[in-house]
């Protein structure tokens, strides 16, 4: 009779989004999980829209990051004892627009097991807001009020409607 083998593989996977502006210093990616009863655990964080889709891979022996994508050298890090403590989050630096993407963590291990996760980051061009003074066409002036973006707000954090025309005041 031959020997039965059975091989067990346990996928799980979650989904969170995150959204920042281009410049801000960094963001940490979660992932956790319990890594404790794993041998010889392997995490991968991945985008599968870059070739090569490997942004970081932590092994038992630290770092492996010959396979990484360049756009990411220099610019990803996790714990010192991820492995150790089920810590797995990403930090990544120096945010840029193109940094947008689906973000894979995957952990493996020789005994087949396997778990992802996926975390949507979306960075968008640098926010810019402007303090105005707004003058109104009926000759009324208004306190002072903010672009953010392309929105106008006024005091009470409203967009007022009608039509004004905006001085410059400060910029910031």
């Not at 010889?40 to 010959?66: A, F, M, Y």
């Not at 004892?81 to 627009?97: C, I, W, Y």
């Not at 979306?122 to 105005?132: E, I, N, S």
Request: aromatic share 6%; with cysteine.
């Amino acid at each position: 009779m031959d020997p039965l083998c059975l091989c067990v593989l346990t996928v799980s996977q979650h989904t969170s989004a995150m959204e920042l502006f281009e410049g801000e210093g960094f963001v940490l990616l979660p992932c956790e999980y319990n890594t404790f009863d794993l041998d010889d655990p392997i995490v991968v964080w991945s985008r599968n829209d870059l070739s090569p889709s490997t942004v970081h891979q932590r092994q038992p022996n630290g770092d492996e990051l010959k396979d990484q994508n360049q756009l990411y050298s220099g610019r990803t890090s996790m714990m010192p004892d991820a492995l150790e403590e089920g810590d797995l989050s990403l930090n990544l630096t120096k945010l840029q627009v193109s940094d947008s993407g689906n973000y894979t963590c995957t952990i493996r291990s020789v005994g087949g097991r396997r778990s992802m996760m996926t975390v949507q980051l979306q960075v968008k061009g640098q926010q810019q807001t402007t303090t105005l003074n707004v003058i109104k066409v009926r000759g009324q002036i208004s306190t002072l009020g903010r672009y953010v973006g392309k929105n106008f707000i006024d005091p009470l954090g409203k967009v007022p409607s009608g039509k004004y025309l905006h001085y410059c005041i400060v910029g910031g």
